[in-house]
Structures are given as structure tokens and as C-alpha cells.
């Protein structure tokens, strides 16, 4: 079955950075639109931006964009996303989702199906 | 940029149908998704396309969309059904996507 599975929480102090990874499984890595989202506590779900795992292309959140960097290994099919210059409003639950496959003219007319479980970031002094 | 706009809560009874609406401006002329997340758990998506079911979704979710309104529907509404759900859609400035803020179903 398909899987993401992702690193574990981390606690990093204001200005740091962090990288998280989602490994995935159980489908062709290059072939579907690889989504990363957050959730910071009582708020809502914020887009921070997308890879194509076939050709390393990215596009970010005009927010994110600068701050977070995606990249991909396709040796190992996992996915990673880089926040740098850590505040506390980064705190928040990270997640790696699925979208649409490569193969189709846009994506806009599909969601993201298969979430990985989530790494929680915490950014305190 | 786009926005979505949801109520943040919903109460229903056992057994009732729940309704969750979703606005946006013009919204019929989009595409929209629905995820349901419950406490420590991540997003399962409900329905995409407006009223697409991915499999394993049970046919008591359904959607529809209508000129500045998406609506999930939940037809006899269970226990389990109780958890916070919020819409999404991609915008065609930059191909990014939006959240909107979510609603939390209650189940009496």
C-alpha cells in the first residue's frame, strides 16, 4: 500500500533550520506531485509548496518562498523540506502529501490523497 | 490571493445530515477538495473534484458546488464522523494551493 512515513519531531531554537524527510512507498516516486503542508496549533493549514520528483522542479507559497527549500532523492524515493531562519511561528505540525500525477495536464482537479503521518516542530530559546 | 471562507463549527444529532459549506469568490469555476482530520491524526481526503469519492469513502459523503459556495454534505451522521473539516482548492495565480480555516463537526 502506499506510505509516507516521516522523520520525528524536532526542537530547534529561533534562527536554526531544519530539515524534515518522507520517505515514500508502495507507488512510482517520479510519477505523482510530491505536497508539503502545516498546521501550526489552532490555526489553519497552510500550503508551503510542491516538487515534481521526476525533474526537481518547485513551486513555493508566496509566504515560503526564500525560507523553505524542497528537494528529493530518487535513489531512495524520499522527499525533503528545508525551512531556514527558524521563529517561533514556524512552530507547527509538518506533513508531506501526495498530489496528482505527473501525467496529467494540471493538477487543480485533484486533491492530495495520501499524507504522511506528520513531524511536529517546535521552535523555542 | 484566493480565500476560503468556512464556519468554524457544526453541531449535529446521530443520524441527522450534517452540512459544511465553503466560500470563495466565484468559487463554481474551481475545483474543490475536502480532508477530514481528527485529533493526532493527519488529513484524509473525503472528496476531491467537488464530488468525487476516493475509494473507501463511504457514500454518505458528497459534494457539491455552486457560484460562490462548496458544500460537504454527511449523510446519517455517526459517531466517527465527528473531526475537523476543512476545503482546499489550487489557485491559478501560481498554481498554489489554499486552506480554508476548517470547521469542526460536533456530534451530539
Known amino acids: 500500500q502506499v506510505q509516507l512515513v516521516q522523520s520525528g519531531a524536532e526542537v530547534k531554537k529561533p534562527g536554526a533550520s531544519v530539515k524534515v524527510s518522507c520517505k515514500t512507498s508502495?507507488?512510482?516516486?517520479?510519477?505523482?506531485?510530491m505536497h508539503w503542508v502545516r498546521q501550526a496549533p489552532g490555526q489553519g493549514r497552510e500550503w508551503l509548496g510542491c516538487?515534481?520528483?521526476?525533474?526537481?522542479?518547485?513551486n513555493y507559497g508566496q509566504k515560503f518562498a526564500g525560507r523553505v527549500t524542497l528537494t528529493r532523492d530518487t535513489s531512495s524515493n524520499t522527499a525533503y523540506m528545508e525551512v531556514t531562519r527558524l521563529t517561533s511561528d514556524d512552530s507547527a505540525v509538518y506533513y508531506c502529501?501526495?498530489?496528482?500525477?505527473?501525467?496529467?495536464?494540471?493538477?487543480?482537479?485533484?486533491?492530495?490523497?495520501?499524507w504522511g503521518q506528520g513531524t511536529p516542530v517546535t521552535v523555542s530559546s | 490571493s484566493y480565500v476560503l471562507t468556512q464556519t468554524p463549527s457544526v453541531s449535529v444529532a446521530p443520524g441527522q445530515t450534517a452540512t459544511i459549506t465553503c466560500g470563495g469568490d466565484?468559487?463554481?469555476?474551481?475545483?474543490v477538495h475536502w480532508y477530514q482530520q481528527k485529533p493526532g491524526q493527519a488529513p484524509v481526503l473525503v472528496l476531491y473534484?467537488?464530488?468525487e469519492r476516493p475509494s473507501g469513502i463511504p457514500e454518505r459523503f458528497s459534494g457539491s458546488n455552486s457560484g460562490n459556495t462548496a458544500t460537504l454534505t454527511i449523510s446519517r451522521v455517526e459517531a466517527g464522523d465527528e473531526a475537523d473539516y476543512c476545503c482546499?482548492?489550487?489557485?491559478?495565480?501560481?498554481?498554489?494551493?489554499?486552506f480554508g480555516g476548517g470547521t469542526k463537526l460536533t456530534v451530539l
Open positions: 508502495g507507488y512510482t516516486f517520479t510519477g505523482s506531485y
Open positions: 482546499q482548492v489550487w489557485d491559478s495565480s501560481g498554481d498554489h494551493g489554499v
Open positions: 516538487i515534481n520528483p521526476n525533474n526537481g522542479y518547485t
Open positions: 473534484g467537488d464530488s
Open positions: 502529501a501526495r498530489g496528482s500525477p505527473l501525467s496529467v495536464p494540471d493538477y487543480y482537479p485533484y486533491g492530495l490523497d495520501v
Open positions: 466565484n468559487i463554481v469555476r474551481k475545483s
